[in-house]
Nanobody, 114 residues
């Protein structure tokens, strides 16, 4: 059974940095796509950043230049380095991975507040 387990979410002050990690287990192949979505209270889930195994990277416009998505293919893990965090980045961040079908983690809460 495929499992995605996120870690790294916490309370951070505006302007701070945070690194999220997501480790996949239960699958022996490399995911075509791994990345992150987020859902803020009262809003729909949105794509934050994804990285395909062929190298294509997609970012939400509002995080470009601040967030970086990276993958460790050997560990089937994806990371999200978040810098210059803003209160509007507050959300539950979900790991996403796809190989034919998509899988979701349970989410990790990031709160940006002073």
């Amino acid at each position: 059974q495929v499992q995605l387990v996120e870690s790294g979410g916490t309370l951070v002050q505006p302007g701070g940095s945070l690194r999220l990690s997501c480790a996949a287990s239960g699958i022996a192949v490399r995911f075509n796509t791994m990345g992150w979505y987020r859902q803020a209270p009262g809003k729909e889930r949105e794509l934050v950043a994804t990285r395909q195994s062929g190298g294509i990277i997609n970012y939400l416009d509002s995080v470009k230049g601040r967030f970086t998505v990276s993958r460790d293919f050997a560990k089937n893990t994806v990371y999200l380095q978040m810098n210059s965090l803003k209160p509007e980045d507050t959300a539950v961040y979900y790991c996403y991975a796809a190989y034919g079908i998509g899988y979701w983690g349970k989410g990790t809460l990031v709160t940006v507040s002073s």
